[in-house]
C-alpha cells in the first residue's frame, strides 16, 4: 500500500463525514464522533434535555429520517436523501399538502447564487422549513405540493467528545472544533480533521502541556463545556487555546486574536507565521465568529484564538452547498496543521529561565560553550543565541520574548536554553 | 416671521456684541453679559479690586469713555469711537499735546498689514497707547498733535458670570468662554454666542452631566473662577471641560487636547470628529492659548480642551480688524456648536455598564434580543452591537471605548446598552 | 606655537599609542596607560593573576619582546618589530622550525583583503600563531621556517586605570574605553583619545555627576571593575554610563542603547542627536559589542549605552591592519566628542522641578519673568519655556521630557529653570 500523506488522510476522513447530517444534537453527531473514534480514542459525553448550562438550557434532540417536498405528479423537487442542507436544521415535523403560495414562506434560497442551496437552522424557534436552489425554485410551477419531514424533537441528549493528549504538567490547552455542521466541507469537516490530526501528531512525544481536544456542537456544545468545566477553568486550569475552523480552504492563514489581545497564543501565532514563507492575515478580536465566542467571554477571558484559512463569513461558499469537498484541499488541510504543529511546538518550550551567573557574563568558553578563539568578527547565530538567553533570563522574559527581541529563530534560542541549562549556567 | 436657524441666531448675538468695548473689567464686560443674559439666564458675579485669586490680584477696574488723537487743525485722525481697537487695553488716563517724533513711542501698527488696526493691551503695566493703521500712521505729517484718553483706572470689580444646566448627577462638566476682547469677532464673540446657544440646547432634555457655562475675562478671569472654586475642583466636582475660543471662521475644526492628553473630553472629541465626514485637526497641549492654561495647570490638571476652528494666532488676521464680522459666518458657527452637541451627547452616555451574565454569552433569543434564525451571514450591526457591550462590559470599558474598538457608530452600540440594561443583562 | 584643536590633540595621543603592543594584560597596557596619564592623572590598579572577578578568573600576564617567522635563508618574512598584530594574541612562546605544510596550521589571513593583516586572539586557550597578508603567504616557498615567539605567559597582573571627575553629587556617570587592542586606530585608540579630551573638558566646571572614566581591556577588565565595585553598583551608586568604541571613522555616529532601552543616556543621546544637524543612528541593545555587554548584563543592569561611529564589526576594516592612522581622523574625533560634551551637558541638567505655584499660572509680569505687553501673537521661544517649565513641573517630569515635549531647545528649557528657580516659583 502507498504511504498517503497527512493532507490525504485528513482529506479522506472529511470525504467519511460528508454526507451525514449534523446538527447540534442528534445521531448525527454521534455518527460523526463514531467516524473521528476510528483515529482518535473519545470520550464521549450525553448531557440530558432540560439541563441547566450557564445561561442556556440543553434543548430537545432533533433526529431526521426523510423529508421532501414532491410534486403533483408525486416527484421528489427538493429531497433530504440527496442533502442533508435540504431541511431547515431543526424543523418540527411536517406532513402537509400546501399550494406553492403558501410553501413559500418556508423555502430558502439564494437569489444570487441560484444554484447553490443554503444552510439555514431555526434552533431555538419552532419552524420547519427547505433549503433549495433558486434554479429549482423557478422550475417550481404553481399548484399543490406535498411536503413531509419525518423528524423528531424530543427529551434526549446532546452529545460531545474530548481527546486529552497528558502532557508533562497538567496546565491545559485546548483545541476545539464545532461538528454541529451538516453537508459543509470547510466548515468544519476541515476543522474536525486537522484538529484529529493534530492530537495524533502530538501524542507522538509527550508535550509539555496537556492538550485537550473538545469536538462539540458550535455554541451550545462549548457552552455546555464551559459549565460542565467552570470551576476547574475559573481556578485557570486552561491556559491556552484555539478553535479550529475553515480549516481546509485555500485562502490564506487567518489568525483572529483572542480578547486579550496579547495571550501567549495570540503572540505565538504571530510568531510563528511572522517567521514562516506564507502569506497571513491577523485580524482582532470581535465577539462574534465561532466557539472563541464563548472561552473569551468576559467571565471567562481564556487566551483562546482562532485559526482558519478564509475566515468566517468571508467566502461567498460560506454555509451554501458550494462548500463541498471540491472547496478543500489535501494540501490545504497539510498547511494549517504544520502551522498548528509549529504554534504548539513553541507554545510547549516558551518557558522563564534565570540566569543563574547574572553579574557579567559567564566564562562560556570555560564551559566549551563559546568558540575561544577571540577577535572574530563573524559571529555565530548560536553563539549570539547563547548571549541572548544568558541576558534575558532574568525571569522577566520567555524564550519567546527574547526570539522576538533578538531576531533569532525561536528553535535557535530554544537550543541555546537547553545548553546553557545543561551548563547549568540558567534554570527554569 | 420667518424662522431663523441656530447660526443666524449666533451670528445676530455676535453682531450686537461687536461694538461693545470689552477688556478684562469695567461696563463692556458687564453691558457683553447683559446681552447674553437675553438668551440665558445668568449669575454675574462681580469680585472686588485687591481680592486675592490663587498667585494673583484683581486689578483696579477700567472703563474709557472717549480717546482721539487729534491733528494740529482739529481733527481726529484716530478716534476711539470709530472701533473699541484703536486704544491700547487698559491705558491710563492722557491729555497732552505731542510732536508726533514722541507720540510714535505711543503707538502700535501692523506695518505687513498697513489697513489693519491691532489689537493691544497693557494690563499690568501702566501705559497709554493708541493703535492705528500704518496707512493712517503714514498719512500723518510730521508735528505736534493732540491726544487724549479719557479712562479711568479706579477700585472697582472683575465682572465674570455663569449658567447653570443642572444634569441628573452633580459631577460637572465647564463649558468657558472669554468676553474680554473688544471688537473681535472670532476672537471670541463667536465663542460666548456658541456656548450661549449650547447652554440651551442642552437644556432641551436634563443631561447626565451638570453644565456650568463660564464667560470671563481672560487668564484673570479663569483664574478668578478657580480661586473661587478652588476647593470644590481639587475634590473633583470638574469632571470634563472645554474651552470655545475662535469658533467662527471659515476654517477646519481643531481640538487641542488636555495636558492629559487623554482624558474623557480628548477621547470623546477624538471619537466625534474622527467619526464625521469634516476635516479637522487634533493638536497636542501646550501651555498657551486660552484659559486652558488655567484649568490645565499642574495643580489643578483638569480634563479640560479647547475646541476652535482655526486656533489661537493661526491667521493673519488675528488679534487685528481684519477679526471683523466678515470674518465669521452662521454657517460655521452652526458647524462648531453641530459638534459641541454631538461630543457632549457622547460624553454624556459613555458609562461603564457590567455585564450580569459574564459566563458564556447569555442566550439573547429567548430575550427576543436577538434574530433567533441561525445560520444566516449577514449579521447586523445592532446584534453586533449587542454582543459588543456583552462581551467588553467587564467594568473596565465603557461605551466610547466599546464603539472605539468595535468600529460602530457609538449611537448603535449605546442603543445595544439600553437594550441589553431593560433585559437585565447589564448594569451600570 | 600655533594652537592645535582637540581634534589634532587627540590625533596625537592616538599617533603616539599606535606602535604600543596591547593586550588584555602586560607591559603594553602599562605603556598605553603611561601616554594617556601624561594628559590625565590616573589611579592604575594592579589585579593580580588568579583573582576570582565573578564568574572569571584573571589570567595570566602575558608579554612579548620578539615574534618572527624566518625563511631557510634566515630573512624574516613575518616580523612582529613591524607590527604588533603579527602575533595571535597571547601566544605562547615557540621556537621551532616546520616545513610550510605544517606551519600553515598556525597562520591567519585575510583571503578576501590579500593586503590586510587580521588581528587575532586566543586567550583562553594556549596557542600560538601569526597573522599575517594572505599576499605575504601567497609569497612563501614551500620549505622549513624557523619560527620564533619570544613571549612569557607568567603570574602577574591586569592592569586597568580610573581618573575621576568629582561632580556636585556623589551618583556616578561612567565612562569606559577598552585598552586591549594592539595597533588598531578605530578599536579603540580613539575612544581612548575621546575619553581622554572628555575627561578634561568635564572637569573645566565642577559638573553635577561625579564621572567616573576607566581605561580597562575589553570584557576580562570590565568584569574585573565590576567585581571590585561590585557593592557599590548594586546600590546604585552608577546612575548612567558610556562605552566608547570606534570614535574615530568616517561614518556617521551610532549610539546602541543599553538593555533598558529607556534609560536616561538613552533618552539624552537621542535627544541630543535628534536636535543635531547630524546624520546619526541608533540601535538597539544586542548583548555582543564591548564592555556595553558586562555593565548592562541582567544582575547589574545598568543604564549604559554605548557611542560609536561606525559601530562594532560594522566595516571592513574592522580588527584588520587597515583599521590604521589614516582609518580615523581629527575632525571625526573632534566630532565624537563635541556629541559626547552636548550629551553630559544635558544629562547633568536634566533635573525633576516642582512647581511652588502650582495651582494656575503664576504672575510672571510682576516677577519682571515676562514681557507684559499683551495681546501680541509673537510669543517668544523663552517665554514659552517658562510656561512649559511651569505646566509640566509636576514632579513626575524632568527638563528632559519637558523640551521633548515642548520641541524646544533643551538649553532653553533649562534656562528657564533657572529664571524659575532663581525668582522661587520652582524647586528641585
Known amino acids: 500500500m502507498a504511504p498517503v500523506s497527512p493532507g490525504e488522510e485528513m482529506y479522506a476522513l472529511v470525504e467519511r463525514l460528508y454526507p451525514l447530517c449534523r446538527s447540534i444534537t ?47 405528479s408525486g416527484r421528489r423537487v427538493v429531497d433530504f436523501a440527496e442533502s442533508s442542507l435540504h431541511v431547515l436544521g431543526y424543523s418540527v415535523p411536517v406532513s402537509a399538502t400546501l399550494p406553492l403560495s403558501e410553501l413559500r414562506a418556508h423555502l430558502h434560497t439564494l ?3 441560484p444554484s447553490w442551496v443554503p444552510y439555514r437552522t431555526s434552533y431555538y424557534r419552532p419552524d420547519w422549513g427547505f433549503c433549495l436552489a ?8 404553481d399548484g399543490l405540493y406535498e411536503v413531509r419531514i419525518d423528524s423528531t424533537l424530543a427529551d434526549g441528549h446532546l452529545t460531545y467528545a474530548e481527546h486529552v493528549v497528558p502532557g508533562q504538567v497538567a496546565d491545559e490547552v485546548i483545541v476545539s472544533a464545532h461538528v454541529c455542521h451538516p ?25 509539555w502541556y ?25 481556578r485557570g486550569a486552561v491556559r491556552h487555546g484555539l478553535v479550529l475552523a475553515c480549516a481546509g480552504d485555500r485562502g490564506q492563514l487567518t489568525y483572529k486574536r483572542s480578547r486579550r489581545g496579547d495571550a501567549g497564543i495570540d503572540r505565538v501565532l504571530r510568531h510563528v507565521l511572522d517567521t514562516s514563507e506564507r502569506p497571513y492575515r491577523i485580524t482582532e478580536f ?45 494540501e490545504a488541510m497539510a498547511d494549517t496543521l504544520a502551522v498548528c504543529r509549529e504554534a504548539f511546538s513553541v507554545l510547549d518550550r516558551d518557558r522563564r529561565y534565570v540566569n543563574l551567573s547574572p ?34 533570563s532574568d525571569g522577566e522574559h520567555g524564550l519567546l520574548d527574547i526570539a522576538e527581541r533578538s531576531g533569532l529563530p525561536f528553535d535557535t534560542v530554544a537550543a541555546a536554553a537547553d545548553a546553557l541549562c545543561d551548563a547549568g549556567l540558567i534554570k527554569a
Open 26 to 72: 442528534g445521531d448525527g453527531v454521534r455518527a460523526t464522533l463514531d467516524v473521528v473514534g476510528d483515529h482518535l480514542p473519545l470520550d464521549v459525553h450525553e448531557v440530558p434535555t432540560g439541563t441547566q448550562v450557564l445561561d442556556w438550557t440543553v434543548p430537545q434532540e432533533w433526529n431526521i429520517r426523510d423529508a421532501y417536498i414532491a410534486d403533483a
Open 111 to 113: 437569489p444570487e447564487h
Open 134 to 141: 433558486q434554479e429549482t425554485l423557478d422550475a417550481m410551477p
Open 183 to 207: 453537508s459543509l466541507a470547510n466548515d468544519n469537516l476541515a476543522g474536525i480533521a486537522v484538529a484529529t490530526f493534530l492530537a495524533r501528531a502530538l501524542a507522538e512525544r509527550t508535550p
Open 210 to 234: 496537556t492538550y485537550r481536544f473538545l469536538f462539540a456542537p458550535g455554541t451550545i456544545g462549548a457552552i455546555t463545556w464551559l459549565a460542565r468545566n467552570a470551576e476547574r477553568v475559573r
Open 286 to 330: 470581535t465577539p462574534y465568529g465561532y466557539d472563541e465566542r464563548q472561552f473569551c467571554s468576559p467571565g471567562f477571558d481564556l487566551g483562546v484564538g482562532s485559526l482558519s484559512r478564509t475566515p468566517y463569513a468571508g467566502y461567498p461558499e460560506y454555509h451554501t452547498s458550494a462548500d463541498d469537498l471540491d472547496f478543500v484541499s489535501p
Open 359 to 392: 553579574y557579567g557574563e559567564p566564562q562560556l568558553g570555560r564551559r566549551g560553550l563559546y568558540d575561544a578563539l577571540g577577535g572574530r568578527s563573524d559571529a555565530k547565530q548560536a553563539q549570539l543565541a547563547l548571549l541572548w538567553v544568558l541576558n534575558l
